[in-house]
């Protein structure tokens, strides 16, 4: 196994684990009375992760283009993420889930 595939296997996981710690935070956001410090956390992160993706993509030797790739794709979830929470209703009934 050669080390671009490691660090690309490595990275994968990462993202993933990243991923679902994003919708673990999503979903504290939802039930949160006052989601926006959980909107400025997913703006933060998601705009950190597509600096560090351009950051990839411009470097541009492969296989840093496949990692800027998958890094941008995850900053891009996160922003999604916190413009979803940013459009929730400013009274939720408690009774629906």
Not at 7 to 28: F, N, P
Not at 66 to 80: D, H, M, Q, R
Request: aromatic residues 8%; charged residues 20%; positive net charge.
């Amino acid at each position: 196994m050669t080390k671009t595939t490691l660090l690309l296997i490595v990275l994968c996981i990462a993202l993933a684990i990243h991923y679902v710690s994003q919708k673990t935070l999503l979903k504290k956001g939802w039930e949160a009375e006052d989601p926006k410090p959980y909107i400025n956390r997913f703006m933060i992160n998601g705009a950190g992760l597509i600096v560090i993706a351009a950051a990839a993509l411009i470097a541009a030797k492969p296989p840093y283009g496949l990692f800027g790739i998958l890094i941008f794709i995850e900053g891009a979830v996160c922003v999604t993420f916190g413009r979803k929470l940013s459009k929730k209703p400013k009274h939720q009934d408690k009774q629906t889930k």
